[in-house]
């Protein structure tokens, strides 16, 4: 046991393969950025309709939410990767199909909208309503009052808990690899199956991950602290 | 498409049926045992100083690495390192069980750390022994605070479950995956897995967010 400990935690070939397995993780990376940056503009989007006016739309971006909310993130990966691109097709009446890459921004971007739309929702409502009636009594635009009253305020609220969602959002890039695009986990199932030495391989794997989250984590919030504490509502 | 529904779907019901029962099993286990080290870590967190930089590593380790990373490192690496899980179907349990006992042994921690100290003072003043302090005066409160969230961590589990599939445990997803790879016409099967997931998960969340609204207002247990 002691021996497989000392195996398990050899770096050796993790540095051997340093150049594939590096190439890896900028895919996951850019992967969780593409996809970072569709959830959040989908969750503006629908967390603004969940706190509309308008019955219909708080209906619909409810329904929308829970459903991206309760699916699996691999089964929406499934689906994007093979059922979109027939749907599509027959729709389009031409024959479309998508590559590994885009599915897997789509599936995370869309999944992670629902969490985030959540977060939006929280963050919008935190606002004290006087707040925005007297901007409106200033005169000011509804964009003005969004961009100027109720986002800045709001985003501090919730930072923490979009912190959350972000680290989710990476730690969920790990099953792209799953519809074959060459991510960190891609690459250590190859050279898995080249030099047929999982211990190493997979714990190294994990404890990486585990560096990169926390260490992630633990620079934006000490990064942030200064700003969310400054005009706090 | 309903032909097509008649015949992938309700043709492999069995199949699928099958595949959702070992998702159920799967997910029970691995919940039990999620609680059963949830709690001895999260104690050994808060009461057993000479554990808690272990039980905080341990806390850290499971919640900041994916589950499908947790799933292949327990099942490739732990049967040499630790001599078991001997078959998949442990593995996918064990991993399962590993990441959520992290979260919900951070929970048991704040729900006990939220508690004010004159509770402890005042169960010492009436001469309770300490585990007597923990049994009848912590325990309770803890795992009312705990409710709501034991039964969303039941849905992450349910979601998460979804990659036993990648080291062959015929799961729900697995069963679906594989009529596709029989018959290449994913899109009704696809799509009513991912809506039996969806349901079985969202009644879940529904449960739970009515537990907790009711546990705020019977029990003024305000966030």
Same mark, same amino acid.
């Given at each position: 046991?002691?021996?497989?400990?000392?195996?398990?935690?050899?770096?050796?070939?993790?540095?051997?393969?340093?150049?594939?397995? +590096?190439?890896?993780?900028?895919?996951?990376?850019?992967?969780?950025?593409?996809?970072?940056?569709? !959830?959040?503009?989908?969750?503006?989007?629908?967390?603004?309709?969940?706190?509309?006016?308008?019955?219909?739309?708080?209906?619909?971006?409810?329904?929308?939410?829970?459903?991206?909310?309760?699916?699996?993130?691999?089964?929406?990966?499934?689906?994007?990767?093979?059922?979109?691109?027939?749907?599509?097709?027959?729709?389009?009446?031409?024959? +479309?199909?998508?590559?590994?890459?885009?599915?897997?921004?789509?599936?995370?971007?869309?999944?992670?909208?629902?969490? +985030?739309?959540?977060?939006?929702?929280?963050?919008?409502?935190?606002?004290?309503?006087?707040?925005?009636?007297?901007?409106?009594?200033?005169?000011?635009?509804?964009?003005?009052?969004?961009?100027?009253?109720?986002?800045?305020?709001?985003?501090?609220?919730?930072?923490?808990? !979009?912190?959350?969602?972000? &680290?989710?959002?990476?730690?969920?890039?790990?099953? &792209?690899?799953?519809?074959?695009?060459?991510?960190?986990?891609?690459? &250590?199932?190859?050279?898995?199956?080249?030099?047929?030495?999982?211990?190493?391989?997979?714990?190294?794997?994990?404890?990486?991950?585990?560096?990169?989250?926390?260490? !992630?984590?633990?620079?934006?919030?000490?990064?942030?602290?200064?700003?969310?504490?400054?005009?706090?509502? | 498409?309903?032909?097509?529904?008649?015949?992938?779907?309700?043709?492999?019901?069995?199949?699928?049926?099958?595949?959702?029962?070992?998702?159920?099993?799967?997910?029970?286990?691995?919940?039990?045992?999620?609680?059963?080290?949830?709690?001895?870590?999260?104690?050994?967190?808060?009461?057993?100083?000479?554990?808690?930089?272990?039980?905080?590593?341990? $806390?850290?380790?499971?919640?900041?690495?994916?589950?499908?990373?947790?799933?292949?490192?327990?099942?490739?690496?732990?049967?040499?390192?630790?001599?078991?899980?001997?078959?998949?179907?442990?593995?996918?349990? $064990?991993?399962?069980?590993?990441?959520?006992?992290?979260?919900?042994?951070?929970?048991?921690?704040?729900?006990?750390?939220?508690?004010?100290?004159?509770?402890?003072?005042?169960?010492?003043? &009436?001469?309770?022994?300490?585990?007597?302090?923990?049994?009848?005066?912590?325990?309770?409160?803890?795992?009312?605070?705990?409710?709501?969230?034991?039964?969303?961590?039941?849905?992450?589990?349910?979601?998460?479950?979804?990659?036993?599939?990648?080291?062959?445990?015929?799961?729900?997803?697995? !069963?679906?995956?594989?009529?596709?790879?029989?018959?290449?016409?994913?899109?009704?099967?696809?799509?009513?897995?991912?809506?039996?997931?969806?349901?079985?998960?969202?009644?879940?969340?529904?449960?739970?967010?009515?537990?907790?609204?009711?546990?705020?207002?019977?029990?003024?247990?305000?966030?």
């Amino acid at each position: 046991m002691l021996d497989h400990l000392k195996q398990s935690l050899d770096p050796a070939l993790f540095w051997e393969y340093r150049v594939t397995l +590096l190439a890896g993780l900028v895919e996951n990376i850019a992967i969780f950025l593409a996809s970072a940056v569709l !959830a959040s503009l989908l969750a503006l989007a629908i967390g603004l309709a969940r706190t509309s006016s308008n019955r219909f739309s708080r209906l619909l971006s409810a329904g929308y939410t829970e459903l991206f909310r309760n699916t699996p993130e691999y089964v929406l990966l499934v689906w994007a990767y093979y059922v979109l691109p027939l749907i599509l097709s027959r729709l389009l009446a031409q024959k +479309l199909s998508i590559s590994p890459v885009p599915a897997a921004i789509l599936a995370l971007g869309f999944a992670y909208s629902g969490f +985030l739309s959540e977060t939006v929702r929280t963050g919008l409502l935190a606002v004290p309503i006087g707040h925005r009636e007297a901007a409106m009594a200033l005169g000011m635009s509804r964009i003005d009052i969004l961009r100027r009253i109720v986002f800045p305020q709001g985003l501090r609220r919730v930072l923490p808990d !979009a912190l959350n969602q972000y &680290v989710s959002l990476f730690k969920a890039t790990s099953i &792209v690899s799953l519809i074959a695009v060459e991510d960190i986990m891609y690459q &250590v199932s190859m050279i898995n199956v080249e030099e047929m030495r999982p211990l190493p391989l997979y714990t190294g794997a994990a404890l990486l991950y585990c560096a990169i989250v926390i260490a !992630a984590s633990q620079t934006i919030q000490v990064l942030t602290r200064r700003w969310r504490q400054r005009g706090w509502a | 498409m309903i032909d097509n529904f008649n015949r992938y779907v309700l043709g492999n019901a069995d199949l699928l049926g099958q595949g959702l029962l070992m998702t159920l099993r799967i997910c029970v286990q691995a919940f039990l045992l999620a609680i059963v080290l949830a709690v001895a870590v999260g104690l050994a967190r808060v009461y057993v100083p000479m554990l808690r930089f272990l039980a905080a590593a341990y $806390i850290e380790f499971f919640r900041a690495t994916p589950i499908l990373v947790q799933l292949l490192w327990v099942n490739y690496v732990w049967p040499d390192l630790f001599g078991f899980p001997q078959t998949a179907e442990q593995a996918g349990i $064990i991993a399962l069980a590993l990441q959520s006992s992290g979260y919900l042994a951070e929970t048991i921690r704040s729900g006990i750390e939220g508690l004010p100290r004159g509770q402890y003072d005042a169960g010492r003043a &009436v001469g309770l022994s300490s585990l007597q302090i923990i049994r009848r005066i912590v325990a309770p409160q803890v795992v009312l605070v705990m409710a709501p969230s034991l039964i969303s961590q039941m849905a992450v589990v349910i979601k998460s479950s979804t990659l036993v599939s990648v080291i062959a445990i015929p799961d729900l997803m697995y !069963a679906a995956i594989r009529i596709v790879n029989q018959w290449f016409e994913p899109i009704e099967i696809l799509t009513s897995t991912a809506f039996l997931y969806f349901l079985v998960i969202f009644l879940l969340s529904l449960a739970a967010n009515r537990i907790s609204d009711r546990f705020r207002t019977r029990f003024g247990l305000a966030e």
